[in-house]
C-alpha cells in the first residue's frame, strides 16, 4: 500500500489525479451526507427559511471543494511560482463569485422573510425591503471587490485613492441624481406614502402611486397617465396623503349659496334628500347638511358625504352637484348671483356744479 502511494505523489500526473479524485470524494461528501443531514435538522423547524438556505448550500460546497482539488492537481503539474499563484488565484476568483451569489441570494431571502413580520422586525417592512436589499447588495458587492484584490496581491492604496477623486467627480457631476436618490432613502424610510395610496403633490399632480423607486415615484393620474417624480422634487414639496387616514374613506364637501329669504329648514331638507343613494357614498359616517355663514350675496350651506375611496371624489362632486341643482330648482329655492350695491357719495352736487349755467 505504501508503495502504491509512493509511486503515486513521485508521479506528477498521478498525483494530480490523486487530488481530483480526493476533492470529488470530499465534495461527494459534503453532498451526499452533509447536506442531508442539514435538511433534516432544518425540517424540524416551523419556518421554511433554513430549508431554502440549505438547498442554496448544496453546489457552492460541492464547488468549492473541486476548485480546490483542480488548482492544487494544477500546481503539482506546473511547479512554477508564478503560475502557481496565477492558478490558485484563478481558482480563488471563481470561488468568490460562487459564495457571492449565494450570499445574495440568501440575503435576499431573508431580508424578503423578515419583512413579513414587521412585528417582530421593525426596521425590515415592506416599504424599507428596496432600501434594505440595496445596502446588503452594496457590502457583498464592496467585500467580494476586496477579497478579489486580496486574491490578486493588488495595492489597495492607490485604488482607494483613485476611487475618492473619482467619487468626488461623480458627486458634482450627478448631483440632481444623488439628491434624488438621497430624498428616496428617507421617503422609503419616513413612508409619507406607499404604493397603492392616493397623494396630492402641491396641488398640481393627484393620483395613486404605483412605484417608488430610489430616484423617482411613479403616480397615475385619473387620466390615466403615469406621471415621474423625481424623488427630491417630492421630498421638497407638501405632499397631502389621502389614503393615510385610520380607512381609505374620504370626506367630500360641496358648498352651495342661496338667496336670502330662503327658509333655512327647507334647504336642509332638499339638501339632505339629494345624499341619498349616492353611489360610492357610505351610510357611515352619515352625511351632513351645515350652515356655514351669511354670504355678501348668499347664505352659505355644506353638503358633506363621506366617499368609500378618493378616487370616487370626483365622481360623486359630478353627481351631488347635479342633484342639489335640479332638486333646487324644483322647490323654488334661488341661487343667487353675486351682486354688490355700491353707492357713490356727493355725485348729485358734483353733476349740478358742472351743468351749464
Keep these: 500500500m505504501s508503495a502504491i502511494l509512493t509511486t503515486i505523489l513521485e508521479n506528477p500526473w498521478l498525483r494530480a489525479a490523486f487530488t481530483v479524485t480526493v476533492a470529488l470524494l470530499a465534495g461527494t461528501f459534503l453532498r451526499l451526507i452533509l447536506v442531508p443531514v442539514l435538511k433534516r435538522l432544518a425540517g424540524h423547524t416551523a419556518s421554511s427559511l433554513d430549508d431554502e438556505i440549505v438547498a442554496r448550500l448544496n453546489p457552492g460546497l460541492f464547488q468549492t471543494v473541486f476548485l480546490l482539488g483542480v488548482a492544487l492537481a494544477v500546481q503539482g503539474l506546473v511547479g512554477q511560482p508564478s503560475l502557481d499563484r496565477a492558478v490558485m488565484s484563478l481558482a480563488l476568483t471563481l470561488i468568490i463569485f460562487i459564495w457571492s451569489r449565494f450570499f445574495l441570494e440568501v440575503g435576499g431571502l431573508v431580508t424578503r422573510h423578515l419583512s413579513g413580520q414587521a412585528d417582530r422586525v421593525t426596521w425590515i417592512q415592506a416599504r424599507t425591503l428596496p432600501l434594505v436589499q440595496f445596502f446588503y447588495k452594496v457590502v457583498v458587492f464592496g467585500l467580494t471587490v476586496y477579497l478579489l484584490m486580496q486574491t490578486w496581491s493588488l495595492d489597495l492604496t492607490t485604488w482607494l485613492a483613485s476611487a475618492g477623486v473619482m467619487g468626488i467627480a461623480i458627486g458634482f ?22 404604493v397603492g395610496d392616493y397623494i396630492n403633490i402641491d396641488g398640481t399632480t393627484r393620483g395613486e402611486v404605483t412605484d417608488i423607486g430610489m430616484r423617482s415615484t411613479r403616480i397615475l393620474t385619473r387620466d390615466n397617465i403615469e406621471v415621474t417624480v423625481p424623488n427630491a422634487v417630492i421630498g421638497n414639496a407638501k405632499i397631502v396623503n389621502e389614503s393615510s387616514g385610520p380607512t381609505l374613506q374620504m370626506r367630500v364637501g360641496v358648498d352651495v349659496g342661496v338667496a336670502y329669504g330662503s327658509e333655512v329648514e327647507q334647504v336642509r331638507q332638499v339638501l339632505a334628500a339629494c345624499t341619498e343613494n349616492l353611489p360610492h357614498v357610505v351610510i357611515f359616517p352619515e352625511p351632513t347638511v351645515r350652515f356655514l355663514a351669511l354670504g355678501d350675496s348668499a347664505l352659505q350651506f355644506q353638503v358633506r358625504v363621506y366617499v368609500e375611496q378618493p378616487m370616487f371624489r370626483g365622481k360623486v362632486v359630478d353627481e351631488l352637484n347635479s342633484r342639489i341643482y335640479q332638486a333646487l330648482n324644483e322647490a323654488g329655492i334661488t341661487i343667487p348671483f353675486p351682486q354688490r350695491d355700491v353707492h357713490l357719495s356727493g355725485w348729485r352736487a358734483q353733476a349740478g356744479s358742472s351743468s351749464p349755467e
Design 173 to 194: 457631476a450627478a448631483k440632481d441624481t444623488l439628491a434624488n436618490f438621497i430624498s428616496g432613502i428617507f421617503i422609503l424610510a419616513d413612508a409619507p406614502y406607499k
